[in-house]
Nanobody, 121 residues
Framework: QVQLVEFGGGLVQAGGSLRLSCTAS????????MGWYRQAPGKQRELVAV???????NYADSVKGRFTISRDDAKNTVYLQMNSLKPEDTAIYYC???????????????WGQGTQVTVSS
């Protein structure tokens, strides 16, 4: 069982910044991809950014140049630095991690509980 806990959501004015963090805990052997997704009211959940164990990153077109994903493997933590926030970034942000558990090397695909980000105009 692998649990993810997110921190850092809140209310910010347009043009402002927020930093989200997400820490994984439990029976972790290795974490491969870690990512952030978001879901706005009435919309489907969408990918925001993902980072591989090798540090390769991928971003949604809508956040390129404004958001930066990073990870600290020693802490099993992934971060999302969000700059130049826009009202359309308002959503619940979810953390995701995929990897293998101990001792059986079973694959896991875990989600955090979500954190609300609200950007006012």
């Amino acid at each position: 069982q692998v649990q993810l806990v997110e921190f850092g959501g809140g209310l910010v004015q347009a043009g402002g910044s927020l930093r989200l963090s997400c820490t994984a805990s439990g029976a972790i052997f290795v974490i491969n991809d870690m990512g952030w997704y978001r879901q706005a009211p009435g919309k489907q959940r969408e990918l925001v950014a993902v980072i591989s164990s090798g540090g390769n990153t991928n971003y949604a077109d809508s956040v390129k140049g404004r958001f930066t994903i990073s990870r600290d493997d020693a802490k099993n933590t992934v971060y999302l630095q969000m700059n130049s926030l826009k009202p359309e970034d308002t959503a619940i942000y979810y953390c995701n991690a995929q990897g293998l558990t101990i001792p059986t090397r079973t694959a896991f695909d875990s989600w955090g509980q979500g954190t609300q980000v609200t950007v006012s105009s």
